[in-house]
């Protein structure tokens, strides 16, 4: 090998006796072994054809470096996109929204936010020294614009870890609940959508829908709460809507209300109704702020969520907490048989739960304004009632709302 690799690689000179070509000799085999290390000298299967890979032509491949640049180049063209639309919208022009494909949606849920959620709510639950708590609340309130002067307890010393921060409570006369209006406002947040149902589509935000038997599962709860069941017709859309509206004259009618991290984390009753069933839809934890909401079709269809549903004075009523990454803790005041975010499910599983039994025909009652439950960071609330065709809500897409204020009235 090295004979061929000196033809090769060398140069042809005359030798000559004596010491000096002695010395020839030497430097020959130390160029030549310094040519075996080098790739472009390599030969392959003895017929002088350069190998390639010997040449140093091929490529490492790096997983990690090719990732972040494909990403953040596909970001960057997204965010392009979007700096187009907005220019657009404001000169008046209407931009239809962009929707995630499947295989965008599918690569969102191999991220693991059930896991990292579950991390999150241990990290929360952590003692903070007291010295160190003043600091990252502080930060925490600049970054998210907590009104602390709302809160029950001011003195941020007094908050043990992250999770009792979170879920403060107020001071009692900061929220004056209306009694004027029949439908108040669960949560303090934003209002994403609202309006009547129709087709059995709900719209999450405007233009982006999704399905209403998706999102409240099969019509069986029904039974639990003593609704008038109509017979259903499977090649009509609006059939399983008009299970749901129990009296003539009524229609189905819907609000979207969303939880900010600096909202106040607490939901309550937004009417006089009684709770007969619970439905649990273990799920994804995709974030549901109003960026990927108008960006995945169907999103709180995804998302693990808790379906409280029963009967108010003009029929059907249901609430439903729709979890979020890092909010896979939902907690119900009244049920201590509720359990989220669990480790193992099965996908597009539901568990039911009613809270009728033969000592208890009525269910639970909640008084408007009564506190119900909590997320653990900030996430979405759906009303979903029936009422008279003339019920109005008195809002406007993207407003802030808080806790105790009106939605609508007859």
């Known amino acids: 090998m090295a004979a061929s690799l000196g033809k090769v690689c060398s140069y042809q000179l005359p030798l000559n006796a004596g010491r000096f070509g002695s010395d020839w000799l030497l430097l020959r085999a130390q160029r030549a ?29 790096r997983p990690f470096p090719l990732l972040i640049a494909t990403g953040g180049g596909y970001m960057g063209y997204d965010q392009y996109g979007r700096y187009k639309d907005r220019q657009l919208t404001k000169i008046g022009v209407e931009v239809p929204p962009r929707i995630a494909n499947d295989t965008q949606v599918a690569l969102y849920k191999t991220i693991p936010t059930r ?28 970054t998210f614009g907590v ?56 719209e999450q935000v405007k233009g982006v ?77 995709m974030s549901v702020n109003p960026g990927v909401a108008r960006w995945i079709k169907e ?7 808790v379906v409280l549903s029963g009967e108010w004075t003009h029929g059907f009523f249901s609430l439903t907490a729709v979890g979020a990454t890092n909010v896979g803790s939902i907690r119900i005041y009244f049920d201590k048989e509720l359990r989220t975010n669990s480790p193992r499910y ?44 003339d019920f109005t809500f008195n809002l406007k897409a993207g407003q802030k709302i808080r806790y105790g204020e009106p939605l609508g009235t007859m």
């Open 147 to 202: 009104n602390m002067q709302e809160a029950a307890v001011e003195d941020l010393i007094q908050y043990r870890n992250l999770g009792e921060f979170f879920r403060r409570k107020l001071k009692p006369a900061v929220r004056p609940v209306c009694n004027s209006h029949c439908v108040i406002s669960p949560a303090d947040g934003k209002i994403l959508h609202f309006g009547r149902v129709r087709n059995c589509e709900v």
């Open 299 to 305: 999103l709180f269809c995804h998302n693990e969520r």
């Open 115 to 142: 896991l990292l959620s579950r991390a999150w709510g241990r990290l929360n639950q952590v003692e903070l020294p007291t010295w160190l708590r003043k600091p990252v609340y502080s930060l925490y309130i600049w």
């Open 209 to 285: 829908t999704y399905s209403l038997e998706t999102f409240l599962g099969p019509h069986t709860w029904a039974e639990a709460i003593n609704c008038t069941i109509k017979p259903s017709n499977e090649e009509d859309p609006s059939s399983f809507q008009d299970l749901l509206v129990t009296k003539e004259g009524n229609e189905l009618f819907h609000c979207v209300v969303y939880l900010a991290p600096g909202d106040y984390h607490c939901f309550h009753s937004p009417t006089d109704w009684r709770v007969a069933h619970r439905r649990h839809f273990p799920g994804s934890l």
């Open 33 to 61: 072994r310094q040519f075996q290390q080098w790739p472009w000298c390599s030969l392959s299967s003895g017929r002088g054809q350069f190998n390639a890979a010997s040449l140093g032509l091929q490529a490492r491949v």
């Open 346 to 389: 099965s996908k597009g599983s539901y568990n039911d739960f009613s809270y009728l039994s033969n000592n208890n025909q009525e269910g639970v009652s909640m008084r408007k304004g009564e506190h119900l439950g909590e997320f653990n960071l900030g996430s979405t609330i759906v009303l979903l009632f029936e009422a008279p065709h």
